[in-house]
């Protein structure tokens, strides 16, 4: 079984910047491409970032293009999203998720596994 856990959340003010970390356990880390997803109150699940295996394939939501960028360290098991500019609309639950698909994955059931959420808070 896989295991998933992130951490770096919290509150911060609109324009500041935030880095998310997933730590994964269980199996070879670099079998598995990963993604982060959020969700705001009332709102579904949406995808915002996803990066290969061997991280050399990186993909990104137009609402944060230019201003997160995904990254891991396969030797850490290591997923990281690293978020600048943020807005109050940012606001939300961060997942980490891990797909045995090869490549990048922007859909939620192509992903096998779920960490719990980390909170962000952007205040205006």
């Known amino acids: 079984q896989v295991q998933l856990v992130e951490s770096g959340g919290g509150l911060v003010q609109a324009g500041g910047s935030l880095r998310l970390s997933c730590v994964v356990s269980g199996r070879t880390f670099s079998n598995y491409g990963m993604g982060w997803f959020r969700q705001a109150p009332g709102k579904e699940r949406e995808f915002v970032a996803a990066?290969?295996?061997?991280?050399?394939?990186?993909t990104y939501a137009d609402s944060v293009k230019g201003r997160f960028t995904i990254s891991r360290d396969n030797a850490k098991n290591t997923v990281y999203l690293q978020m600048n500019s943020l807005r109050p609309e940012d606001t939300a639950v961060y997942y980490c998720a891990a797909t045995e698909s090869t490549g990048v994955a922007t859909i939620r059931h192509r992903y096998d596994y779920w960490g719990q959420g980390t909170q962000v808070t952007v205040s205006s």
């Open positions: 990066i290969s295996r061997g991280g050399t394939i990186t």
